[in-house]
């Protein structure tokens, strides 16, 4: 644990501080990769949207739709940027529709 600090610490910080020393910045994107879909893709995705994971730069996402499988698989890099873009870091390389 940290020394305790006599100075006060911006909360967003403290929090950022406490995530680097306890090593859960891979747990924070997954997260985070997560609720960048569900923001971007809208309510008309996410209802055929069954699972998104980012593991190693990959974010897999499972569909129920094989229609929209199809026509999301057509613009894989506009949707890496936009989500890169949404996370404010090259977080996602590759998109795997399933």
Same mark, same amino acid.
């Given at each position: 644990?940290?020394?305790?600090r006599?100075?006060?610490?911006?909360?967003?910080?403290?929090?950022?501080?406490?995530?680097k020393e306890?090593?859960?910045?891979?747990?924070?994107?997954?997260?985070?990769?997560?609720?960048a879909?569900?923001?971007?893709m809208?309510?008309?995705?996410?209802?055929?949207?069954?699972?998104?994971?980012?593991?190693?730069?990959? *974010?897999?996402?499972?569909?129920?739709?094989?229609?929209?499988?199809?026509? *999301?698989?057509?613009?894989?890099s506009k949707?890496?940027?936009?989500?890169?873009?949404?996370?404010?870091?090259?977080?996602?390389?590759?998109?795997?529709?399933?």
């Open positions: 644990m940290a020394k305790r006599n100075s006060h610490l911006p909360l967003n910080e403290a929090l950022n501080e406490f995530i306890n090593k859960l910045q891979k747990g924070m994107d997954k997260v985070d990769a997560r609720a879909w569900e923001k971007l809208g309510n008309g995705v996410n209802n055929y949207t069954t699972s998104v994971e980012l593991k190693n730069e990959t *974010l897999y996402v499972s569909l129920s739709s094989s229609v929209l499988r199809e026509e *999301l698989s057509l613009g894989k949707i890496i940027a936009m989500l890169n873009e949404e996370l404010k870091k090259e977080l996602i390389k590759k998109l795997v529709l399933r």
